[in-house]
């Protein structure tokens, strides 16, 4: 899975799309508290990204037809790719070359790559696994605009697969606060919370929280900790966000 350093992948055999699925919401949890306890969002979020749609990699349906072909072509070209970065189809972390411009060249090739799958395969979960790929990748090389956009089309070309949909939500979110655009991160964040189906949706409200007091909207922020605190008053939040919430309070009092 292509991250923004050290991209890795998991190194089980193909599986089918739903047991991807089932994949999501049994680590979510795991994932979330490691975001927590470590507390460091953007390459918190990258992690993310790498071990919930790590499964998926090496997807193969077992539909037939354009689900099945679908598939297929996702799995190859993520093969190829971790291959072309100089690891291998077992890998579970692959450094980054030690020549920068091999990385870039890499990368920009399998942008393409990536977009020809989602283009080929519109409407699938494939192709919005392909999306999710192509837009790191272009996150990676600097193109973050074009990164933003990606996501934003993947998520308009579907409603289904929360899980994934809260993923692209959470890249948004991610190149946000890369820019500094902190009320555009808060408001990418709580989408990914509204998912009911997004297993890291309260660790999502969370940093929506953060990133509109980081905005300036004290008042916005706190209404999402609130909701926080009303829905899932045992989630474990990271202690700076917690902090945070408890200042303004203090402030607002």
Not at 101 to 106: H, L, N
Request: glycine content about 10%; overall charge negative.
């Amino acid at each position: 899975m292509s991250v923004l350093a050290k991209p890795g992948k998991h190194n089980k055999k193909p599986e089918s799309a739903a047991v991807a699925l089932d994949q999501i919401e049994s680590v979510g949890d795991r994932v979330g508290n490691w975001i927590a306890d470590n507390a460091m969002l953007v390459l918190g979020a990258a992690v993310m990204v790498l071990v919930l749609a790590g499964g998926y990699g090496f997807i193969s349906s077992s539909r037939e037809g354009a689900r099945e072909e679908a598939s297929a072509a996702l799995a190859e070209v993520e093969g190829a790719y971790l291959q072309a970065m100089g690891g291998t189809l077992d890998s579970v972390v692959i450094d980054e070359p030690a020549n920068p411009e091999t990385a870039r060249r890499v990368r920009e090739e399998y942008v393409g790559r990536y977009a020809a799958v989602a283009s080929e395969y519109p409407g699938t979960i494939e192709a919005q696994l392909a999306s999710l790929e192509q837009g790191a990748l272009l996150q990676a090389v600097g193109r973050s605009e074009e990164a933003v956009a990606t996501w934003q089309a993947a998520l308009d070309a579907s409603s289904e697969h929360a899980s994934v949909r809260g993923l692209l939500f959470e890249r948004i979110a991610g190149s946000g606060e890369i820019a500094g655009r902190w009320a555009d991160a808060g408001a990418a964040h709580e989408a990914a919370s509204q998912l009911a189906g997004f297993p890291l949706r309260y660790m999502a409200l969370a940093e929506a929280a953060r990133c509109y007091a980081e905005a300036g909207e004290d008042a916005k922020a706190l209404a999402l900790w609130d909701r926080l605190m009303a829905e899932a008053p045992d989630h474990k939040a990271p202690p700076h966000i917690a902090g945070r919430m408890a200042e303004l309070r203090a402030a607002a009092n």
